[in-house]
């Protein structure tokens, strides 16, 4: 970042170097950020764990495992890394060469697989970033491809959204009605309100729903009902010793898998780098920062990788930038590195305490759904933003944006829905796992389209916005009421 940025620009609350006081309100602030990332930290391991026919007792060590992981990777990247207010936690770019490992090796041997794919890509994206390629990537990288990319974290993950507020859609939408009042109308008046917008407006409607379960007006079979029951199952703490139900190598020793996956899983870390670089002028944007310089890109990269090193070694799935915290660090404008460590703190009890966490996961599904479709729309405009850097005359930027937005929703449905298993390309296997694992997902579909596209057709350095980038020019701050109003 440019030595010159002031650390706490107008318009916000808390800048990169502020610690708020007293300390209940940066705790307060802190748990924000792990209840905005909760219900997409906890989705993959449910989303995988009928494929890898995990009980119970297996899935809490996963959820746990994810936790710690997400801990690790945050406190490596915010303390060493990118030194922003990034969260890392589960990437949903990864889902697909999962899916295949979990579907070819059942249970606990697809996790050491699994393990063993994510450490060799991180050890790959240590290289890209330790090595310098990372900042190299700041003139190839232009806005044209990075707001595409962001925009896709979010329009992607409007099925999660659905799903989740669908199990209860008066709840979902009273959720995100509150978060609406406390964010847009209260927060200009109420300085708490802008603090805590998320976390006031989901204790709300889960204090409510718990006096209505409590009440027995919520039946215990609807997904709204607050319920206790897993909390007395839970073991206080994760054990240190290695093997299943301990903190390090919990499913065994990582194994190397088949060389097709170890592509695919290439492919997906090709898409969280874009994102992660990409997420890094979003939030050094939103923090009033000014651009990161290659060395900050280069650093944050490197420990992305690190942190996905760790990963495998701590039984969870490999991490990546939060797009959604960057979201809610726009909407409270607190952009205080401390805040995040102390999220990676809450993170880490979570982990090795599991009954805090079981606490925590009786906050009912469709609240978790609210708070998605007040921040996923968030998380593409912020994206869409970074096109005010590049000339929005051009015929040339608009016609490439709006066709990898259009290609990266495009291809995913056609891979997920239209291509059955027993589709070959040109016969030859490998190519066909390396195809099917970019082609499943819209974010290294939209990555790698907008790279060769920017890069190949003909535009000038202002055009393209390059020249922001390489000059290191302060990015413009998003005004408070423009960011109000995404």
């Not at 990864?94 to 249970?107: D, E, K, N, R, V």
């Not at 603090?195 to 989901?202: D, E, K, S, T």
């Not at 495998?312 to 960057?326: A, D, K, P, R, V």
């Not at 291809?411 to 390396?434: H, K, Q, R």
Request: net charge negative.
């Amino acid at each position: 970042m440019s030595a010159e940025a002031p650390s706490r620009p107008n318009g916000l609350n808390y800048g990169l170097d502020d610690i708020p006081k007293p300390f209940p309100k940066a705790l307060g602030l802190g748990l924000q950020h792990v209840l905005t990332m909760f219900g997409a930290t906890i989705a993959v391991p449910f989303i995988l764990s009928p494929f890898l026919e995990f009980d119970g007792g297996q899935l809490a060590i996963l959820i746990s495992s994810v936790f710690i992981c997400s801990a690790v990777a945050t406190f490596l990247q915010v303390q060493f890394g990118s030194r922003l207010p990034i969260v890392q936690g589960v990437s949903f770019a990864f889902l697909g060469p999962f899916i295949g490992l979990a579907s070819t090796y059942q249970g606990v041997d697809a996790m050491r697989y699994i393990a063993g794919g994510i450490m060799a890509g991180a050890v790959v994206e240590m290289i890209v970033g330790f090595g310098g390629i990372g900042g190299l990537l700041r003139r190839y990288v232009t806005p044209i491809t990075i707001a595409p990319v962001i925009a896709l974290i979010g329009l992607s993950l409007f099925d999660a959204a659905t799903f989740n507020s669908s199990l209860n859609w008066w709840v979902a939408l009273s959720t995100l009605g509150v978060i609406f009042v406390y964010s847009l109308i209260l927060a200009p008046r109420v300085r708490m309100f802008s603090l805590f917008p998320i976390l006031l407006a989901v204790l709300t409607v889960y204090a409510v729903l718990l006096v209505m379960s409590l009440a027995g007006a919520i039946p215990e079979d609807s997904a709204a009902f607050v319920s206790f029951g897993a909390v007395g199952t839970t073991p206080w703490i994760r054990g240190l010793v290695p093997g299943e139900g301990g903190i390090f190598l919990p499913w065994g020793s990582p194994l190397l898998p088949p060389l097709g996956f170890i592509f695919a899983i290439l492919a997906a870390y090709l898409a969280s780098t874009i994102e992660s670089f990409g997420d890094y002028h979003a939030v050094s944007r939103i923090a009033g920062a000014g651009d990161p310089d290659a060395r900050t890109i280069n650093r944050g990269i490197g420990f992305e990788g690190v942190g996905c090193f760790f990963t495998g070694l701590l039984g969870g799935f490999s991490s990546t930038s939060y797009s959604e915290n960057i979201g809610l660090v726009g909407l409270t404008k607190v952009a205080s590195r401390f805040v995040v460590l102390l999220g990676a703190g809450f993170l880490l009890v979570f982990g090795l305490v599991a009954k805090v966490g079981a606490v925590i996961a009786s906050i009912p599904t469709p609240i978790v759904g609210g708070v998605y479709l007040a921040l996923f729309g968030l998380i593409a405009a912020v994206g869409l933003s970074n096109l005010r850097r590049a000339d929005l005359d051009s015929q040339r930027n608009l016609m490439i944006v709006g066709f990898l937005l259009f290609m990266g929703l495009v291809v995913p449905n056609y891979f997920n829905n239209y291509v059955g298993e027993d589709w070959s390309l040109f016969g030859i296997d490998l190519l066909t796992s390396i195809v099917q694992g970019i082609g499943s997902s819209g974010i290294a579909v939209a990555a790698i389209l907008g790279l060769l596209l920017d890069n190949l057709i003909p535009g000038t350095d202002e055009e393209r916005g390059v020249g922001v980038y390489d000059l290191g020019t302060k990015a413009p701050v998003i005004p408070p009421e423009d960011m109000r109003g995404m």
